[in-house]
């Protein structure tokens, strides 16, 4: 009887271990699926810029959308010479914005606090075609951020930080801030590729704990290659279920082209598939602009990269250096692919791309004599 319940311990034994591989290796997405993703998040028809700073000298970058109740709102952030800060905007149609103010400023060198903030809201609806709304957790608002304790643009060991906040998430106020990063380039856990500089963090909630948590985070970082001559970013995933205790996930970086820049993730969920829109710089070698592209997943950690041609490259005097850093969402059959925009002059706002012929915007970038600089 021992001997018989033995070999049935061991049978289970071998069964769960293969099931567990099993949901380690997932499938690749074939072509053809990875082609039918294509044809539903293409945005061929450029609509224009949708945010210029009034001050011509000020670059902005890096949208983040949701919805609240009838209106939708986006984050961007703000550079002025100093250092990043994070604004919030409103608009009823996608297209036309008005400014709120600032969620997370710049804060003085005499602070303690991290002087510089770029932030991204987290636990946005990341449904294809849903509300985009965002949600609370522990009765908060939550937004990641990178930064550091130095001036300029993007100077200093950057870090990744949390902030948070339990009042309307749709008025413009400063968030509180966790006091310590929640993920530093000298975790034990962190590795050589991200020793030097963690950038852009963008969180889903994943209810259904595809990777074993319910928060994981997609987050871009440079570290052994972080030389001028041979700058490499790549793309990590990290888990957390409090919001605050983050693990980097053993088979990292996810997404690495070996050469130039990859970051700024954002995922959408079409159907049962993941779908990351994220920008591209500087490959394959050779390349000299910035542009957006996508791959997908079925488990939110192996991921099949898209090799057909760019979701969005440089075409306009508008964004005629580079085309980069996405955020996409569906709205009543309507694919808006908004995407930050740098002419040759160095002038830095954001754009929109969309499936539909919507016409083009008036919004123009002031015209300047010299080339702006970081």
């Not at 075609?129 to 522990?138: L, N, Q, R, T, V």
């Not at 990269?305 to 850093?325: F, P, Q, R, V």
């Not at 969402?329 to 925009?341: D, E, I, L, R």
């Not at 002059?345 to 008036?362: F, I, M, N, P, Y």
Request: charged residues 25%; glycine residues 6%; negative net charge.
């Amino acid at each position: 009887m021992k001997s018989r319940f033995l070999s049935l311990l061991i049978c289970l034994c071998t069964a769960l271990t293969v099931f567990s591989q099993s949901k380690q290796l997932e499938p690749a997405v074939s072509d053809d699926v990875m082609h039918q993703i294509y044809d539903k998040i293409k945005t061929p028809y450029k609509y224009g810029m949708v945010m210029i700073h009034d001050d011509t000298s000020s670059m902005i970058d890096c949208a983040t959308i949701f919805k609240q109740d009838s209106l939708w709102y986006m984050t961007y952030l703000v550079f002025e010479g100093k250092g990043y800060e994070t604004w919030l905007a409103k608009s009823d149609n996608l297209l036309d914005w008005e400014t709120i103010g600032t969620v997370l400023p710049y804060v003085s060198v005499h602070d303690n606090k991290w002087n510089q903030s770029a932030g991204y809201p987290s636990l946005i609806d990341y449904n294809w075609g849903g509300s985009y709304a965002i949600s609370k957790y522990d009765n908060k608002y939550w937004m990641s951020y990178f930064g550091s304790n130095s001036m300029g643009y993007e100077r200093g060991k950057l870090s990744i930080g949390m902030a948070f906040t339990e009042s309307n998430v749709t008025e413009a106020h400063a968030w509180n801030r966790l006091d310590k990063p929640i993920m530093a380039t000298n975790d034990a856990d962190a590795g050589v590729w991200e020793s030097d500089k963690l950038y852009k963090s963008s969180i889903i909630w994943d209810s259904a704990k595809t990777t074993g948590s319910q928060f994981v985070m997609f987050y871009n970082a440079v570290g052994d290659t972080s030389t001028f001559e041979n700058w490499v970013e790549r793309i990590g995933v990290a888990t957390s279920d409090d919001m605050v205790n983050w693990k980097r996930y053993e088979g990292n970086p996810v997404i690495d082209h070996g050469v130039g820049l990859t970051g700024d993730a954002v995922i959408q969920k079409i159907d049962s598939l993941y779908v990351m829109f994220y920008y591209g710089a500087f490959w394959p070698k050779g390349r000299k602009d910035a542009f957006n592209r996508f791959a997908c997943s079925y488990d939110l950690l192996h991921w099949t990269d898209w090799t057909g041609e760019d979701l969005i490259s440089t075409s306009e005097n508008y964004d005629e250096k580079y085309a980069h850093k996405p955020y996409v969402v569906k709205h009543n059959g309507v694919v808006y692919h908004f995407y930050t925009a740098v002419n040759k002059l160095e002038q830095r706002g954001l754009a929109v791309a969309t499936s539909k012929d919507l016409g083009k915007s008036t919004l123009k970038f002031e015209k300047v004599d010299l080339k702006l600089r970081r």
